[in-house]
């Protein structure tokens, strides 16, 4: 009530700590004392002749395949990773300018950045040098797996065994967490985006039809399934002919868009196995009793708990926001350095 009444009367706040879950699909910031304050999508449009930023987050990804010759727009992360670092410093400076134009920062501040858990050092070290840039004084990561389980509100500090599958737009993440760490870990460049690129595939191999990335997505939203839920959809689809050239209407059922992502989402489906595999076996009593939880935007096509249920025979939890789990748990770890500094990585 107190950070909502200074907000309100206009008064500047001073505020020192961020969170930011640099995702492949959103970005989202936390700041300490207030709760997750932007949620944009990871997508920058750039004036190809000069470099400049012509829109940044939704403004920009309105662009996506309706740009003219002379504009850009690009998401500037890959798979969960950095994929171009000047783009990254300068979307993350954009987004932490939004943050900080209502706040006093009596000090640069401190940020803890949730990474997936498979990049390697130089990937890490890009992600560190975009938040120091953007200006950040100390940078923190953590394994995305294991902010996501403090997000949910796991007890990640007792020795009993906590399972997470954390389903992002461009990796899945699968972890074992116990006494404060990551016991065994699944990490597969696998997501969301996967599943937005098999339906382009289908729909131009099936139905000769071009479709942008934006309209994918929308399919996938909308009727997409990873498992059958009785009640099928169906949607007219509007895209360009490819062989006449000829903009037109095709309607496609849901049947056929689980059907087309059945790869990406069997992927994922081995992923959860393997690291049940490698689970030890006290841990894995713990999970036979506690189920599995899952995270991530990914986790919200239908019927994807469901079929990871039948195939594991596990109980499967999907959180009430997956979208907002991991920025949740960098914010848990901002309120409380001194419990979870052992799961950082400065």
């Known amino acids: 009530?107190?950070?909502?009444?200074l907000l309100n009367s206009g008064r500047l706040l001073p505020v020192n700590?961020?969170?930011?879950?640099?995702?492949?699909?959103?970005?989202?910031v936390y700041v300490r004392g207030e709760g997750i304050v932007l949620n944009?999508?990871?997508?920058?449009?750039?004036?190809r002749s000069n470099g400049r930023m012509l829109g940044v987050g939704l403004e920009a990804k309105r662009m996506l395949g309706r740009t003219p010759s002379g504009i850009e727009a690009v998401r500037p992360m890959k798979d969960g990773v950095i994929a171009d670092v000047d783009t990254t410093e300068r979307m993350l400076r954009y987004f932490l300018k939004q943050v900080t134009a209502r706040r006093v920062f009596k000090l640069k501040p401190r940020v803890v950045v949730g990474v997936p858990s498979g990049i390697t050092e130089?990937?890490?070290r890009a992600v560190r040098a975009a938040a120091a840039a953007a200006g950040a004084k100390q940078v923190y990561m953590v394994d995305e797996p294991m902010a996501a389980a403090i997000g949910v509100g796991l007890p990640v500090e007792t020795p009993t065994g906590n399972m997470v599958i954390d389903v992002g737009g461009g990796t899945t993440e699968i972890a074992v967490i116990a006494l404060g760490g990551i016991v065994s870990n699944?990490?597969?460049r696998v997501g969301g985006d996967e599943m937005d690129g098999a339906i382009l595939t289908f729909l131009r191999k099936n139905y000769n039809l071009l479709i942008g990335e934006a309209t994918a997505e929308m399919i996938k939203i909308q009727?997409?399934?990873a498992y059958p839920m009785g009640e099928e959809r169906e949607m007219d689809v509007k895209g360009r002919d490819l062989v006449s050239g000829i903009p037109k209407t095709v309607r496609i059922h849901s049947e056929e868009i689980r059907e087309c992502i059945q790869e990406p989402v069997q992927q994922i489906v081995e992923a959860v196995r393997r690291a049940l595999e490698i689970t030890p076996p006290e841990l894995a009593s713990d999970i036979v009793d506690r189920g599995i939880v899952m995270t991530g935007g990914g986790s919200l096509i239908r019927g994807l708990d469901r079929l990871l249920a039948e195939e594991t025979s596990l109980p499967i939890h999907l959180d009430e926001e997956p979208l907002t789990c991991v920025v949740r748990g960098c914010g848990r770890i901002l309120d409380d350095m001194a419990k979870?500094?052992?799961?950082?990585?400065?």
Do not use: W
């Open 223 to 225: 009727i997409g399934s």
């Open 1 to 5: 009530m107190r950070v909502r009444s």
């Open 186 to 188: 699944t990490s597969i």
């Open 40 to 47: 944009e999508p990871s997508v920058v449009a750039v004036d």
């Open 122 to 124: 130089l990937e890490r």
């Open 17 to 28: 700590d961020i969170a930011i879950d640099l995702g492949t699909a959103n970005t989202l």
């Open 340 to 346: 979870y500094r052992g799961v950082l990585v400065s």
